[in-house]
Structure formats: C-alpha cells, structure tokens
C-alpha cells in the first residue's frame, strides 16, 4: 500500500514547513501526538502556550497535503465521464463559485471541482497577508473563519471519496489509511468548530458507526 501514497500520487504539488520554523516544530508536535498512544481526540487539542492561529494554519497545510494525497490515489478512476457532476449521493451536489473564472455557481465535474478547490487552497497558503511566513507577522483577525472556509470545502472531497469510490478504496487497500485522515480531521474541526454539522451530513452514518465508535477519551 505504501507505493500508492508516494509524492507522485499527489493530486498538487506537496506544501512544506522550513526547518526551524514554528509551524515546522508544531507540525512535529502534531505527528508525534497522532503516533503515540493518546486518543486523537487529545491530540488535535491546542498545546499549552502555543498560538491558536499557529496551530490551524499548521492543519491548513497538513490536510491539503493528505487530501492530495487521498485524491491523487483516485484521479484514473475519478473522471468527467464516471463523476460528470461533484456529488456525495444523489441529494447532494456542490457548485463550485470563485471571485474569477466562475463568479456564479456552477455544476463542473468532480475532478475540475477538486482542482479548482486545491488551486484555490494553494492560493490562499501562498497569499502572505493570510499565511504570514515569518513569525511576529500578524495573522489577519478572520483568519479562523478563512480557515474554517477552507476546511468547509474540503470536507466535500471526503464526502465525495467515501460515498462514490468507497469499493475502490477497499480494494487498493488505503481503508485504513484514509479512515484515519478523516478521523483526524473530523476531530480536528470539531475541536474549533470549523465545519458545520450540515457539511457532514452525507457521512452522517458512517460517522456514527465508525468515527464515534468508541466512548469519547476522559
């Protein structure tokens, strides 16, 4: 399994944290935490002293990389012709808007979806005045509802995989790989309140008998 998530399955280029930087020791607090023996729910929680800002934009940057990664697995069995339209079933269906190419909503299949998402993403990580590099940089005051925007339509890619190429997934092997991801993520946004509970609601059953199967940690 480990060959299909190698750097040439990511769907965009990989972002990374310089050594030395803040978000580069949080980012190893964070994989540290997800690798001992802690519930993942101790581990998306704000370490003491660390900045919050700090802490989401780490998560930005964790989750953009591991989705490409997750979507770079499927894209020869994700297509215009086998997903014409960005769906999670048949009662829901993403329009994809931005402030250029498509300034009203627009149905676009679910592989020209996920790119302009990704894009997008990238877009938003690359803008200094939203990702500040350099720490003593202030960090915008909406910045957590930006990155509750991002986390708000990234959430549609998990919807997306799990209910249309759920089969696929089984088969190649990456369950267990991509069930963790979202573990994390759903966690993490639930931690902050990033996603509103209406977003999930594609994967409503499959949060209740597989993410919350366990009692919450004490």
């Known amino acids: 399994m ?14 990374k944290f310089e050594p030395g930087t803040i978000r580069y020791e949080l980012h190893k607090k964070s994989k540290a935490s997800l690798g001992a023996s802690f519930k993942i729910q101790h581990s998306v929680k704000l370490p003491p002293g660390d900045d919050l800002n700090e802490w989401l934009a780490v998560h930005v940057v964790d989750f953009f990389n591991r989705i490409n990664l997750i979507y770079g697995t499927l894209v020869d069995f994700c297509t215009p012709k086998t997903c014409p339209r960005m769906t999670a079933g048949s009662k829901f269906e993403y329009y994809w808007k931005d402030d250029h190419q498509y300034k009203q909503a627009t149905s676009v299949s679910t592989p020209l979806y996920v790119d302009l998402l990704m894009k997008w993403v ?9 990702f ?3 720490v003593g940089r202030p960090f915008p005051k909406n910045f957590k509802a930006i990155c509750a925007n991002i986390f708000r339509r990234l959430t549609r890619v998990f919807c997306h995989v799990y209910i249309h190429h759920f089969e696929m997934i089984q088969e190649i092997g990456a369950e267990a790989h991509i069930n963790a991801c979202f573990k994390h993520f759903y966690y993490f946004t639930a931690e902050f309140k990033l996603v509103d509970e209406k977003e999930l609601r594609p994967l409503e059953d499959f949060i209740n008998s597989v ?8």
């Open 211 to 218: 993410i919350k199967e366990s009692p919450p940690a004490q």
């Open 132 to 134: 500040p590099p350099e």
């Open 2 to 15: 480990m060959k299909l998530f190698d750097k040439n399955k990511t769907f965009r280029p990989k972002k």
């Open 122 to 130: 990238e877009s938003q990580i690359n803008d200094e005045s939203i």
